[in-house]
């Protein structure tokens, strides 16, 4: 099959920190007003009324997941036209459908680091560089043969991850421990996990809509990265810790408290 085959010389091109917009709370506002247009327009398209049926309860949930994962408490969400310079369309955006569990994982790591004050354990194990290998692994049991246009796909995903890592994937407060635990020498893919790759495709679609790709190849990649996050969802066991690492306690408050 000679699916993607380009794909290489196209969206694995890393576009550069001056064209990423950071992770900071006006950025992920600026984020949520474009994918809130682009439901919109998606309803229009399919001829939905404008008196559209109520949201089921499992609905107004999910929504609630999203703008937690994003927002912090007690923020208020704002509106924003997308009309500032440096943002991209909705039109141009590749959509990612990330499952519900994922989402759910997703709220549980913005808990965990802005709320609980907790990291991830690094280095994790699996790496995200042994996920990209079992995934692959996964693909050629299943198809029977070693593709090329998967293996390409997934060398894509670890050069994005590596290069989106400090720039776009990070907390504040886990700046400190990435310095830490990531030399020169050192991919963030040998280093960091599940959690911190699951970010990444949150951003895939801002860093995408940068990249020229002709349109029945944007959908084959759609349909490869969908497949891809069903094969975290189907591992979240396994891939995703279930509790992060609380902050250390400061040298000699033990013996401070036997004393």
């Known amino acids: 099959?000679?699916?993607?085959?380009?794909?290489?010389?196209?969206?694995?091109?890393?576009?550069?920190?001056?064209?990423?917009?950071?992770?900071?709370?006006?950025?992920?506002?600026?984020?949520?007003?474009?994918?809130?247009?682009?439901?919109?327009?998606?309803?229009?398209?399919?001829?939905?009324?404008?008196?559209?049926?109520?949201?089921?309860?499992?609905?107004?949930?999910?929504?609630?997941e999203d703008t937690k994962s994003n927002v912090p408490k007690g923020k208020k969400r704002k509106a924003d036209s997308g009309t500032e310079k440096g943002n991209v369309s909705a039109e141009k955006l590749v959509k990612i459908q990330i499952p519900s569990t994922l989402k759910k994982q997703l709220v549980d790591d913005w808990e965990f680091i802005t709320q609980q004050n907790k990291l991830v354990k690094l280095p994790?194990?699996?790496?995200?560089?042994?996920?990209?290998?079992?995934?692959?692994?996964?693909?050629?049991?299943?198809?029977?043969m070693m593709t090329d246009s998967v293996g390409e796909i997934l060398n894509g995903i670890r050069c994005y991850f590596d290069k989106a890592l400090p720039v776009i994937l990070l907390y504040k407060k886990e700046r400190q421990q990435?310095?830490?635990?990531?030399?020169?020498?050192?991919?963030?893919?040998?280093?960091?996990?599940?959690?911190?790759?699951?970010?990444?495709?949150?951003?895939?679609?801002?860093?995408?809509?940068y990249v020229k790709i002709e349109e029945e190849t944007l959908i084959r990649l759609q349909q490869k990265l969908l497949d891809f996050l069903k094969f975290l969802q189907k591992n979240q066991g396994t891939f995703f810790l279930s509790a992060y690492d609380g902050p250390k306690a400061p040298e000699g408050s033990g013996k401070d408290k036997e004393s």
Request: charged content about 30%; glycine content about 4%; aromatic content about 6%.
């Open 178 to 209: 990435y310095h830490e635990a990531v030399s020169d020498n050192v991919s963030p893919s040998s280093v960091y996990g599940a959690e911190h790759l699951l970010r990444l495709f949150v951003k895939l679609p801002e860093l995408l809509a």
């Open 1 to 64: 099959m000679e699916i993607l085959c380009s794909l290489p010389c196209n969206w694995d091109e890393w576009v550069g920190t001056d064209r990423l917009m950071k992770h900071t709370e006006d950025n992920v506002l600026k984020q949520q007003a474009l994918d809130k247009k682009q439901g919109m327009e998606k309803n229009t398209k399919s001829g939905r009324s404008a008196q559209a049926k109520p949201k089921s309860s499992a609905d107004v949930k999910l929504d609630k």
């Open 124 to 144: 994790r194990s699996p790496t995200v560089d042994d996920i990209l290998t079992k995934y692959l692994e996964y693909r050629s049991k299943k198809d029977g």
